[in-house]
Nanobody, 120 residues
Framework: QVQLVESGGGLVQAGGSLRLSCAAS????????MGWYRQAPGKERELVAA???????SYADSVKGRFTISRDNAKNTVYLQMNSLKPEDTAGYYC??????????????WGQGTQVTVSS
């Protein structure tokens, strides 16, 4: 099992920035894709950004040009730099990681989430 611990959420004014971090730990052979999802009240969870172990990235259209995902494979940590934040970015942000265990079992793990609130 992979344990994910997020940090970096908080309250910020519109136009401001926040940086989220997610550190992964556990008995795994390889952590492949890592990503950030968000869920606002009354809405479904949506993919914000994802990054492969090789560094390929993808973004939701709503955050392109404002958010940047990156990872440090040595530290098994993924980051989400969020700039030019808007009130509609307000949500719980969740880290996700796909990994392979020592028993060759594929798994997908979730963090507990960190709240991002953007005031207008």
């Amino acid at each position: 099992q992979v344990q994910l611990v997020e940090s970096g959420g908080g309250l910020v004014q519109a136009g401001g920035s926040l940086r989220l971090s997610c550190a992964a730990s556990g008995d795994t052979i390889c952590i492949s894709a890592m990503g950030w999802y968000r869920q606002a009240p009354g809405k479904e969870r949506e993919l914000v950004a994802a990054i492969t172990s090789g560094g390929s990235t993808s973004y939701a259209d709503s955050v392109k040009g404002r958010f940047t995902i990156s990872r440090d494979n040595a530290k098994n940590t993924v980051y989400l730099q969020m700039n030019s934040l808007k009130p509609e970015d307000t949500a719980g942000y969740y880290c996700n990681a796909d990994a392979i265990s020592f028993t060759m079992t594929a798994m997908s793990s979730w963090g507990q989430g960190t709240q991002v609130t953007v005031s207008s």
